[in-house]
């Protein structure tokens, strides 16, 4: 499973960093993403990257605002998340699918945007909530 944790509570402008954790297995051979669903809107995606070769993907909403980055010695994805807005309310789920498979292991940019805007993730986070006050 995934274990998602910074949420909370922060002024427009402010900033929080959510982390997310695999429990049972590691990030190796994964890309991994972060999504939001605000009340009464669809899921959207907000940023993916490749544990392969780091390689990140961001959506138009967030690019220039937030930074997604991994630690692999501690096997934790992050995503920082700068002058926040109202809009940026949400819960956000973290999710994981394994893209080198059978030998075949891809880099390249493609490989965080597939995540992000095509593939169905495996496996997903309980989500955590950020709320951002105007």
């Known amino acids: 499973r995934l274990v998602e944790s910074g949420g909370g509570l922060v002024q427009a402008g402010g900033s929080l960093t959510l982390s997310c954790a695999p429990s049972g297995f590691t990030f190796d051979d994964y890309a991994i993403g972060w999504f939001r669903q605000a009340p009464g809107r669809e899921r959207e995606e907000v940023s993916c990257?490749?544990?392969?070769?780091?390689?990140?993907y961001y959506a138009d909403s967030v690019t220039g605002r937030f930074i997604i980055s991994s630690d692999n010695t501690k096997n934790t994805v992050f995503l920082h998340m700068n002058n926040l807005k109202p809009e940026d309310t949400a819960v956000y789920y973290c999710a994981v699918d394994r893209v080198a498979v059978g030998g075949f292991v891809p880099k390249g940019d493609y490989v965080p945007k597939q995540m992000c805007t095509e593939e169905a993730p495996e496996r997903w986070g309980q989500g955590t909530l950020v709320t951002v006050s105007s």
């Open positions: 990257i490749s544990s392969i070769d780091g390689a990140t």
